[in-house]
């Protein structure tokens, strides 16, 4: 039997369990995705008289539960293969810390929580959290050992966070809630080729298919550059008037602009270098690009 199977006897302690429920839930994504909720919530209200703080709190935890959820639930499923990658061998699954069934537990509960609470904010809301679990896991994380094709898929998943917001805000899934989904639809792909070149021999050796070509090569890093200038136009749609209530000024459309260039130009050195090292650049400034957007966005609104 796979020694990763057998449940290393640890002491019970606070500290202990805390530390596996922040591994199990992957909380700093988890977080980094409940603000991109809260980012189309307060986006979608129409003054700041009209938040509902109840609202916009059940909406951060259920987003967080539900996160946490699909995060436990992949842990559960890819445990052996996790074993084998070095980023990834020490987590609580995969290193014997916790049983599958203890983490299978913990992520039921997680998904009854966050769809409870998403519900009652509205059900439209609870529906594309159940959808955003279910493409996760079930579609996206198998597909990850058989075709480049899954992060297509997880950019599903990856990209309703910030559209989920406005719909909690909303009740509604109109020309607005589309735009945020296409916005962070299109800068799934170049975060997470990144990711997948800089880490490209670790997930080799689980068999993980993350690049477009399954190479790190010319194609792959082309099309990294080309998903990085969608994600500027995208970005740039509110400001044409043609997306609802979703409207930013000119001077935030400068903004926007620049940081748009800026990782263009990241994605540009990826294209010319071809190195690990330009890769993780790009993916650290992938994830201070959908963060300042969401600020700009955020301040442009309340501000002007």
Request: hydrophobic residues 50%; glycine residues 6%.
């Amino acid at each position: 039997m796979n020694s990763t199977l057998n449940v290393t006897s640890k002491p019970f302690t606070i500290k202990s369990v805390a530390t596996d429920f922040k591994e199990i839930t992957k909380a700093g994504l988890a977080i980094s995705v409940v603000f991109s909720s809260i980012a189309g919530y307060l986006l979608g209200v129409y003054s700041f008289q009209d938040l509902n703080w109840l609202h916009l709190l059940m909406l951060a935890v259920g987003g967080y539960c539900m996160v946490g959820a699909s995060n436990a639930y992949n842990q559960v499923i890819e445990k052996d293969l996790d074993a084998l990658m070095d980023r990834t061998k020490n987590r609580p699954v995969a290193s014997g810390r916790m049983s599958p069934n203890r983490a299978l537990f913990v992520a039921s509960i997680l998904t009854i929580i966050g769809l409870v609470l998403l519900y009652l904010i509205n059900p439209k809301s609870a529906m594309f959290g159940a959808i955003s679990i279910f493409l996760y896991t079930s579609v996206y994380t198998p597909l990850k050992t058989y075709t480049p094709l899954s992060v297509f898929v997880g950019a599903f998943p990856g990209a309703i966070p910030f559209m989920l917001g406005w719909v909690a805000a909303t009740n509604d899934f109109g020309i607005e809630a589309g735009t945020l989904f296409l916005i962070q639809f299109f800068w799934q792909f170049p975060h997470f080729w990144a990711i997948g070149w800089f880490l490209y021999e670790d997930y080799e050796k689980a068999g993980f298919f993350m690049l477009p070509t399954g190479k790190k090569d010319t194609s792959t890093a082309l099309q990294t550059l080309l998903y990085s200038v969608w994600l500027l136009v995208a970005s740039l749609l509110p400001a044409l008037g043609y997306t609802g209530r979703l409207f930013i000024s000119p001077i935030a459309a400068i903004l926007v602009a620049a940081i748009g260039l800026w990782m263009i130009y990241y994605a540009a050195r990826l294209y010319k270098l071809r190195t690990a090292k330009a890769a993780k650049q790009l993916m650290l400034v992938s994830v201070s690009y959908i963060t300042l957007l969401q600020l700009i966005y955020i301040f442009d609104k309340f501000l002007r």
